[in-house]
Nanobody, 124 residues
Framework: VQLQASGGGLVQPGDSLRLSCVHSERTVTYYATAWFRQAPGKGREFVAGAINDGETTRYADFAKGRFTISRDYAKNTVYLQMNSLKPEDTAVYYC??????????????????WGRGTLVTVSS
């Protein structure tokens, strides 16, 4: 499985961005796709994740109400819509997949496959 993340960029505080994570393969098993981020000098932290059952999602507290994770099954793509961006959201954002998962794990070590990150910079 290969993951391709894109959509990062330089935006101003209060702006929005949508990140995309394309899966190279389709699978008939359950799996979780999650977004993590890593700011300069900090560890990798969970942002949001979703199971491919169309129902199960999980968000970090800082993401609730501002970020939305969604999936386009036809395009085999998971999106992270980020609104009301803040300077503290500046980080490299990664998508990852946990094959066989029935719930979304917040620990990065649970994820089997990772895409290359996409940089999000929020600055005025």
């Amino acid at each position: 499985v290969q993951l391709q993340a894109s959509g990062g960029g330089l935006v101003q505080p209060g702006d929005s961005l949508r990140l995309s994570c394309v899966h190279s393969e389709r699978t008939v098993t359950y799996y979780a796709t999650a977004w993590f981020r890593q700011a300069p000098g900090k560890g990798r932290e969970f942002v949001a994740g979703a199971i491919n059952d169309g129902e199960t999602t999980r968000y970090a507290d800082f993401a609730k109400g501002r970020f939305t994770i969604s999936r386009d099954y036809a395009k085999n793509t998971v999106y992270l819509q980020m609104n009301s961006l803040k300077p503290e959201d500046t980080a490299v954002y990664y998508c990852a997949t946990d094959l066989g998962a029935r719930r979304v794990q917040a620990m990065s070590r649970a994820y089997d496959y990772w895409g290359r990150g996409t940089l999000v910079t929020v600055s005025s």
